[in-house]
């Protein structure tokens, strides 16, 4: 059965794109090595013998350039998919990005649309140090304008990158690199993921553990851990940061009444705090403790291997964190 | 230096060239008092002494073809033809203006007229024009697009990457810098070693020409023959516009560094008095027909104030309309 295919998440993104340029002709892909390469992690793989060098673009190392020519061609009525090689790489594309993609409609009064989706490589916990490995996705939820995905299977990742390049709104589009080996249950053909709907990956009734991207198996595995100890944790995974389907986080917390967040960014300013504020803001009153964030330490990525894990959240810090919402052990501030 | 003043042109195509450079100067004098009545927030960058540029450029463009604009484009978009009435409703803030209020002085947007919009991040849009120019060819429509900045952008980081990349895509893009000399009040001598800007095209691969930006035929002419190469997939060109800006950076900036006698000099030297001169000396134009030219253009922007007087203030509750283009998961009264 087609729907018992499983894909690894950078063969279901691969789907995506050839699907979304076979479907409209105006999308095209832009970024670095992604043409006659196929992308550093396959990505793109086989587009350019498909769609030809117009479509296909192996850009100079020139990330701002990509980015802002992505505006532009969106603006005159393309669906542009612009690839950083490494997500690191948005501090050299934040104006574009952030000044240009996101204000371009507003400033003109809505006259325009900006059909833009920039895609990029999260690429933390396999030692590529601190400027490879950073989880920023913070940057944009801040910024007016954009739209934020950042998926956690691959069925999710083809859903939602469809979802992305047909939406009229410029979408940051964050992959977490350890996944794109992973594989996963996807279909063949054409389906699409909304944005702004969570997803509920597992069930459960004593705490509520909201993440996304890498951090929902984080989650799930801690999730399975304690389910040995008859705690049954209910794990969302937002998939979209931004819009956030709030409702489905707050309706969990009203059940358990208890919230850990789970973030593989650092702590300050992260999306974890956010997610923390609109429980606050809209559920307090479910609260039976005071919710916990499980996040990167605020430090640079180190590269030596146990340098890393100290930064980046573990499973056991997410077990930490359930047990201490739950108020079940010695109550210890887990990473972050 | 381009030659101009030569050719012999219908009459009535020149006596347009005048008036929308005198449109130019009025709408820049009347906008600078109404700021000084307070009638405009924040501040407007006036373009007097560079009319030529704009006017000269946009004379070798069809309706088809677009530009991106700057902070200080007033000009490029009364050249472009965009209304003087809801140019003048946006500046002063209010509804019926191009951008309903959003955008004001420095974001006038008009996708129907070929104006992308105006940036008022120094060399924002360089990259924006070259993936227009990519994106327009791809859909196979015929157009160009002219990306005009000035000599302060031309040493920011992405106009260097906009300029390599449209050269690697032969990107049917014109690049026109204005030269006026001056930052706000650091001399262009100050921010780069050499003469020209237009030699830097050499490291890209594409022609680069220094025009007189206070002559509209001249300009006209060398946008031609950039226009007609951008056409015929060539490639990008480089004009580099000598000009001056006459009036202060800004509405705003009461401090002017620059020397007496060079603006005595420049003002000597101004495009539309020369441009005047030319048409009764060489064109046969009576100097009665020039006044009614001046005083049509005077008319034109009396005539636009009163408009943009007459419009209605947004509403306040509008702040929160079009941050987001129609999407699925936006549900009314949510940003995001």
Redesign the interface.
């Known amino acids: 059965m087609s729907e018992q295919r499983e894909i690894t998440m950078s063969e279901a993104l691969n789907e995506a794109l050839h699907e979304e340029m076979e479907r409209d002709?105006?999308v095209?892909v832009v970024g670095e090595d992604i043409a006659r390469m196929g992308g550093l992690f396959q990505v793109t793989s086989g587009l350019l013998d498909r769609f030809g060098s117009?479509?296909v673009?192996d850009?100079?190392i020139?990330e701002?350039?990509?980015?802002?020519?992505?505006?532009?061609?969106?603006?005159?009525?393309?669906r542009?998919v612009v690839e950083l090689q490494i997500a690191d790489f948005v501090s050299l594309v934040m104006?574009?990005v952030v000044?240009?993609a996101g204000k371009?409609?507003?400033?003109?009064?809505?006259?325009?649309?900006?059909?833009f989706v920039l895609r990029g490589a999260v690429s933390s916990g396999i030692g590529m140090a601190a400027q490879h490995s950073q989880t920023l996705e913070a940057w944009f939820v801040h910024a007016?304008?954009l739209?934020v995905i950042m998926p956690s299977t691959p069925y999710d990742a083809k859903g939602l990158l469809k979802s992305a390049i047909r939406?009229?709104?410029p979408v940051v589009f964050l992959e977490k690199r350890l996944l794109y080996s992973r594989s996963g249950p996807v279909p063949q053909g054409d389906y699409t993921v909304?944005?702004?709907?969570a997803d509920v990956k597992r069930e459960g009734n004593d705490v509520t553990v909201v993440s996304y991207a890498a951090g929902v198996h984080l989650a799930l595995q801690a999730a399975r851990q304690l389910a040995r100890e008859s705690i049954e944790a209910e794990v969302i995974d937002v998939r979209?940061l931004?819009?956030?389907d709030v409702d489905t986080v707050t309706e969990s917390v009203r059940k358990t009444g208890r919230l850990v967040v789970v973030t593989e960014a650092a702590g300050a300013g992260s999306f974890a705090s956010e997610v923390v504020a609109r429980v606050v803001d809209e559920a307090y009153d479910a609260l039976a403790s005071r919710p916990v964030r499980v996040t990167a330490r605020d430090t640079p990525m180190p590269y030596a291997a146990p340098l890393e894990r100290a930064v980046l959240p573990q499973v056991e810090d997410v077990v930490a964190g359930i047990n201490a919402v739950l108020g079940r052990t010695p109550v210890e501030e887990p990473a972050g | 230096m381009a030659t101009a003043e030569t050719a012999t042109h219908d009459l009535e195509v020149l006596e347009n060239l005048l008036l929308r450079m005198w449109q130019i100067r009025a709408f820049e004098i009347r906008a600078m008092e109404l700021f000084e009545e307070k009638l405009i927030r924040g501040s407007v960058h006036p373009y007097v002494g560079m009319e030529a540029i704009a006017v000269g450029v946009c004379a070798a463009l069809g309706p088809d073809d677009y530009i991106t604009s700057t902070h200080r484009g007033h000009g490029h978009c009364v050249a472009k033809g965009l209304d003087l009435k809801l140019m003048m409703a946006e500046i002063i803030g209010r509804e019926d203006g191009y951008c309903r209020g959003r955008g004001g002085s420095m974001h006038i947007t008009a996708m129907e007229k070929g104006m992308l919009g105006a940036d008022a991040i120094v060399a924002g849009s360089s990259a924006i024009a070259v993936g227009a120019a990519h994106g327009l060819g791809l859909q196979g429509r015929d157009a160009v697009v002219v990306c005009f900045f000035g000599d302060g952008a031309a040493n920011q980081g992405i106009l260097h990457e906009a300029c390599n990349l449209a050269a690697v895509l032969s990107a049917p893009v014109v690049f026109v810098c204005e030269n006026n000399a001056w930052a706000i009040s650091t001399p262009a001598a100050a921010s780069t070693r050499i003469e020209d800007i237009a030699d830097r095209a050499a490291g890209y691969g594409f022609p680069g020409v220094v025009a007189d930006g206070n002559d509209v035929l001249g300009m006209r002419d060398a946008a031609k023959e950039a226009v007609e190469r951008a056409r015929a997939g060539a490639g990008p060109t480089l004009i580099e516009a000598k000009s001056y800006r006459v009036t202060p950076h800004s509405a705003a900036t009461k401090t002017d560094l620059r020397p007496p006698e060079e603006l005595d000099a420049w003002r000597a030297r101004d495009p539309i008095l020369r441009f005047s001169r030319y048409l009764c000396e060489e064109a046969g134009v009576e100097p009665a027909r020039l006044e009614v030219i001046e005083q049509q253009a005077k008319r034109d922007v009396d005539e636009a104030v009163e408009f943009a007087l007459a419009s209605p203030r947004p509403e306040a509750g509008a702040a929160l309309e079009d941050v987001y283009a129609p999407a699925d998961w936006l549900s009314p009264g949510r940003l995001a």
């Open positions: 002709p105006t095209f117009q479509r673009i850009a100079p020139s701002a350039a990509q980015a802002g020519a992505g505006v532009g061609a969106a603006l005159v009525g393309c542009p104006d574009q000044n240009h371009w409609r507003y400033m003109s009064g809505g006259r325009v649309t900006v059909p007016p304008g739209v939406d009229d709104n909304p944005i702004g709907v979209t931004k819009p956030l």
